[in-house]
């Protein structure tokens, strides 16, 4: 409707039908995204500040582009942040020919996180296979009643989940964005003074530790012409632009060093918990690491509550984790939706910092990297290899790209969390759901690959039926608990 | 306090080993002191800003450290036997137990009268073994898994027990309904009984009023069905936030 909108009121003006392409084509907004519920409300604004975008585009039909050419120097970058995302972007940026300018308060960080990564990110990030400690081939799902389904059956024998550690990982895409030709600077970042005229570069503060991390650290100053913030969840780069601040779920680890004989069973299995005395709204988890296994579980709506959710989910496993240490406790924010803004004139957030995790499973790494690239990408491409200003359109083309690609593998699992995760009985049907073999072939498939595989009507239609089965059961079962007392 | 008692006393054995090689004093005002800590995480969290290294080693440290000495003073507490803190809940090492509970799924034959398996009886006992699980969440365990499906149940036994009461009612209720939608539309328009079935407009009135008598079956429902409606829409506009700054922004720069 809106581009119907559009088309008449680029017909009834004078200019050219070049300039209306290339208008249309960056006035353009998300559709897929906006059609859903504020199509009348979107329309209306689109037309509204149409006229004065189109005077700017006519100015400027001489050049093929708008931003000015930056002579003796090419773009310079910073990202804020060396986890996958900032990594991704760094090396992004510097293969396309961008000064680069990486900037990590400490580069052996060891980050509380799952550290799972989907098998295609291997491939897409060219990733050694050293790095990945173990290949999780099976999944337990053990519902509140403890009836355990394992999830793996279907996996083919070279497909597996990857667990990294996140200090190896991290480390790795910082060298190779190192390689390609960004500067890694060891500093913290501290604020960041924003352009008072247009194309002016952007100040960055920070104290850069020299190698030693003990210090306090030297007070410098960086001038950049964009940042990329993937500082993660606690970033300062939103704080910075006024980003706006998102519901967080918390994950509480423990890093629990087992007996060999223990080890064997997590070899090259994962566990999943699930009820209410684990955690209200998320899962408690048993993942395999180097050497020792992570115990934890989440949660957003009773963060007070986490420690006896994780006492819980250590009873649930007691068994199989009998006479186990703990080495280390972590505990970390989760988004659990984008900021409010995840751009502001030549400033992008990316990875966890714009609040890129997804629902239901909690994975963010691979979204990091992604977005990281996806981020880099685009801004290669608005500034003609490193050759132009970039402005604010540019990077929208990253965020639309963005949108568009990953919006319904989000949505989905919010759908998938809200309907399974909701209670008990609701559990319970969730892992009757998964005993499916055609489930576990589709939540594979599009967990390790990323895409969405349309699947077999008929199928679709006899799980649809299942699930509705499952459901309209375990809640009579919980109609019927209600009523009777032990 | 009590919420960081466990859900059942038997725990402490495990954390005794856990906690074997660690070498804090029992400080009996620790467990308050973790709560704060935890605060003081989420209040970062929420701030936005926060993160300069030495602050986080500090914290993860006393974080570390507090969350050890609270899993030993539990382990402590269970040892002497003081369980004034923690509440009282079931005896150790408790397990469901029934004697039609046999290798992880009832047992149907204890459950045949007449020759035939009493399906009701399935699901009562169900019932109860979930409602006990739900207070006394049980460790899973590989040697002795749960089998029982509740699928196993065939599909009539449920109807006749949850759903014939309530189809009792609903049909009723849309009868009435229709019956009064119809007299309505007649008293209204003078379009007969018979006529109304062939047009388009009455059959979709016909239509709305039996969903909506299976939607809204108390009047809590309605309430319900608009938070549900609320829900689902709520991360839509969550990730849609981002465009419309682009707009708001685009206009007021202008």
Redesign the interface.
């Known amino acids: 409707m809106a581009s119907i909108a559009l088309n008449a009121r680029f017909t009834t003006t004078t200019c050219d039908r070049k300039t209306t392409e290339h208008s249309r084509e960056t006035l353009k907004?998300?559709i897929g995204?906006?059609q859903?519920?504020?199509a009348n409300h979107?329309f209306h604004?689109?037309t509204?500040?149409l006229p004065?975008?189109q005077i700017n585009r006519r100015l400027s039909i001489k050049a093929a582009k708008s931003s000015p050419k930056i002579t003796g120097r090419n773009l310079r970058v910073a990202v804020i942040g060396g986890g996958p995302a900032g990594g991704a972007a760094a090396e992004t940026l510097a293969k396309g020919g961008i000064e680069t300018y990486l900037i990590e308060?400490?580069l052996d960080n060891c980050k509380p996180c799952g550290g799972a990564i989907p098998l295609c990110m291997v491939g897409e990030f060219d990733l050694p296979l050293d790095i990945i400690d173990r290949r999780v081939t099976k999944m337990k799902m053990?519902s509140?009643?403890?009836?355990?389904v394992d999830i793996g059956q279907t996996l083919k024998p070279d497909e597996y989940i990857g667990m990294v550690r996140r200090e190896v990982l991290d480390a790795y895409l910082r060298e190779r964005a190192e390689k390609s030709g960004a500067t890694v600077i060891n500093g913290?970042f501290l604020k960041m003074d924003l352009p008072k005229e247009p194309n002016a570069p952007y100040v960055l503060h920070y104290s850069a530790f020299d190698g030693k991390?003990g210090g306090v650290g030297e007070r410098s100053t960086l001038e950049v012409d964009a940042v990329i913030g993937a500082d993660?969840?606690?970033?300062?780069v939103?704080?910075a632009i006024n980003a706006?601040?998102?519901d967080?779920a918390?994950a509480f680890q423990e890093r629990?060093k087992i007996p060999d004989d223990k080890m064997v069973?997590y070899e090259n299995l994962a566990e999943m918990?699930v009820?209410?005395?684990?955690s209200p709204d998320f899962y408690g988890w048993v993942f395999p690491k180097c050497d020792h296994v992570a115990v934890g579980t989440g949660t957003v709506t009773h963060?007070?509550?986490?420690?006896?959710f994780q006492?819980?989910t250590?009873?649930?496993?007691?068994?199989?984790i009998?006479?186990?240490?703990?080495i280390?406790?972590?505990?970390h924010?989760i988004p659990e939706?984008?900021?409010?803004?995840?751009?502001?004139g030549r400033v992008a957030l990316v990875g966890d910092a714009a609040g890129y995790v997804t629902?239901c499973s909690g994975e963010g790494i691979y979204f990091a990297a992604k977005s990281g690239r996806m981020c880099g990408e685009a801004i290669v491409e608005g500034s003609e290899n490193g050759k132009r200003m970039i402005e604010e359109g540019d990077l929208?083309n990253y965020?639309e790209k963005w949108?568009k690609t990953y919006?319904p593998t989000?949505?989905v699992l919010?759908?998938l969390q809200?309907v399974f995760y909701r209670s008990?009985p609701a559990r319970?049907a969730f892992v009757?759901m998964c005993a499916d073999e055609y489930v576990q072939k589709m939540t594979f498939d599009s967990y390790l690959y990323k895409r969405v595989v349309p699947g077999n009507p008929l199928e679709d239609l006899k799980l649809a039926i299942n699930t509705i089965?499952?459901l309209?059961?375990?809640n009579?079962?919980?109609?019927?608990?209600d009523k009777?007392s032990? | 306090m009590a919420l960081f008692s466990p859900p059942s006393t038997h725990f402490p054995t495990i954390s005794a080993t856990f906690t074997s090689k660690t070498h804090f004093t029992q400080k009996p005002y620790l467990p308050l002191k973790f709560k704060r800590n935890l605060l003081f995480l989420s209040i970062k969290a929420t701030e936005n800003g926060a993160g300069i290294v030495e602050e986080e080693k500090v914290e993860k440290k006393k974080e570390e450290a507090s969350v050890t000495e609270v899993v030993k003073e539990e382990a402590s507490l269970g040892s002497n036997g003081v369980s004034a803190v923690a509440p009282v809940e079931a005896p150790v090492a408790l397990k469901f137990k029934d004697p039609r509970w046999v290798g992880g799924t009832w047992d149907l034959k204890q459950f045949e009268k007449d020759g035939k398996t009493n399906w009701d009886a399935v699901i009562d006992a169900e019932v109860r073994r979930r409602k006990w699980l739900q207070d006394n969440p049980e460790t899973s365990s590989n040697d002795d898994p749960v089998v029982f499906d509740t699928s196993i149940i065939p599909w009539w036994s449920w109807v006749k027990r949850f759903h014939l009461p309530e189809a009792e009612l609903l049909n009723g209720r849309a009868a009435m309904i229709g019956f009064f939608m119809a007299y309505l539309v007649d008293s209204l328009t003078g379009v007969g009984l018979v006529d109304q079935m062939g047009n388009f407009f009455c059959k979709t009135l016909l239509f709305v009023a039996v969903v909506g008598v299976l939607l809204v079956r108390k009047n809590e429902d309605v309430e319900n069905l608009k938070k549900l409606l609320e829900e689902t829409t709520f991360y839509d506009k969550q990730w849609q936030a981002t465009w419309q700054d682009e707009t708001a922004s685009g206009s007021k720069k202008d």
């Open positions: 907004t998300f995204l906006r859903t519920t504020l979107n604004s689109l509204k500040n004065s975008q308060r400490k053990i509140p009643s403890n009836v355990a913290l991390t993660g969840a606690n970033s300062r939103a704080k706006g601040d998102y967080y918390i629990i069973y918990y009820g209410d005395d684990v963060k007070g509550d986490i420690k006896k006492v819980a250590r009873n649930r496993a007691k068994d199989k009998l006479g186990g240490k703990i280390r406790v972590e505990a924010p939706h984008p900021r409010p803004r995840r751009l502001s629902k929208r965020l949108d919006w989000y949505k919010d759908v809200k008990n319970e009757e089965g499952s309209v059961r375990a009579a079962l919980r109609g019927e608990m009777i032990l």
